[in-house]
């Protein structure tokens, strides 16, 4: 079996890729493609808050959307170092709108399983299913895994 598993640089993106990997069987999955792909024209490509230098403090003028979506995919792909020996990692960084390049990827490199946060980014994680799934969801060429966010517990107060 040949995976894409696409990552926007979110903790949920990173949770998608460990939900993943808990339940499938290495020995059945040859080929797993990570991929992130930059937006651009957009205010704010790419953002990466799960490699190690997530955290640190960059000037906006100096931070490189492309160097942080491969700061991204790398942390996917060594999720799966110890995984299996017969399962090949690649990792591939795309420019463009993130659910064609997905979808593009998947075709051409015989994808059989798409693997995908939803509700990554803002307000609506809680509501809807994020606009990048969705579209993937419906236009993909094969299975697609929505990994959603898990619910907040909710405070109960005192009565």
């Known amino acids: 079996m040949h995976v894409l598993i696409a ?3 979110s903790r949920q993106s990173l949770r998608a890729a460990r939900h993943f990997k808990s339940f499938a069987d290495p020995d059945k999955v040859e080929q797993i493609l ?3 792909v930059t937006r651009p024209l957009a205010s704010v490509s790419f953002v990466d808050e799960i490699s190690a230098d997530a955290k640190a403090p960059r000037q906006l003028t100096g931070s490189s959307f492309k160097a942080e979506a491969e700061a991204a995919v790398a942390v996917i ?3 799966f170092d110890d995984w ?3 399962t090949r990692v690649r990792t591939r960084v795309r420019s463009g709108t993130p659910s064609s390049e997905i979808i593009r990827a998947a075709k051409v490199s015989g994808i059989e399983l798409i693997v995908v946060a939803s509700g990554s980014r803002g307000l609506t994680d809680k509501v809807f299913i994020g606009s ?3 579209r993937v ?3 993909a060429p094969c299975p697609v895994l929505v990994v959603r966010p898990v619910p907040r517990q909710r405070r109960r107060t005192k009565a």
């Open 7 to 9: 990552t926007d640089g």
């Open 137 to 139: 969801q419906s236009t």
């Open 132 to 134: 990048t799934a969705q």
């Open 84 to 86: 299996s020996e017969t």
């Open 34 to 36: 990570v991929l992130a």
């Open 77 to 79: 792909a060594g999720e």
